[in-house]
């Protein structure tokens, strides 16, 4: 485990970025995602989805904590679980057969659960860079 730190000048190197690591991800990988809000974990997941060849469109699942997208080369589990008051509504989901499941787990606001996040989990912390548009990305995996 190492950390690593990317600048994402603006929104077409989050496209870019996300667009990789969807090509890339191998089959049971969670993906930790911790920042403010706005600062682009919906827009790196689309990425990571488009990545993955998903034709459908993401939407935000704020109110149901995850929405399942198939048809591409892996499933994506997307989590937004912002609205979660404990995290025993995530073991009410039945989350393990997400995280430890065959597909690509991406959470938005993960720090909320982070007691649950598998040690191997991929995280990154994305902040507000300097410039406008500009996020800086720690990432460890
Ligand atoms: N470099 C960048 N990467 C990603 N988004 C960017 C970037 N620069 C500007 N943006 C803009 O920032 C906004 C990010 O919104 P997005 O919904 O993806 O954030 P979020 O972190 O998911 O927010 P929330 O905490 O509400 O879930 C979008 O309007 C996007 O156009
Ligand atoms: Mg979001």
Request: with cysteine.
């Amino acid at each position: 485990m190492k950390e690593n730190v990317f600048i994402m000048k603006n929104e077409r190197d989050t496209e870019k970025f996300g667009i990789k690591l969807g090509q890339e991800v191998k089959t049971g990988t969670v993906i930790a995602l911790s920042g403010e809000l706005g600062t682009g974990k919906t827009t790196l997941t689309k990425a990571i989805a488009k990545g993955l060849s998903i034709e459908e469109t993401i939407t935000s699942p704020t109110f149901n904590i995850v929405k399942e997208y198939d048809g591409g080369r892996l499933p994506l589990y997307h989590f937004d679980v912002y609205r979660i008051g404990d995290v025993e509504e995530m073991y009410e989901l039945g989350y393990e057969e997400y995280f430890y499941g065959e597909g690509v787990c991406v959470i938005e606001w993960a720090s909320i659960i982070e007691e649950i996040i598998p040690d191997n989990g991929m995280r990154i912390d994305i902040q507000y860079g300097r410039e406008e548009g500009e996020r800086v990305y720690k990432c460890i995996f």
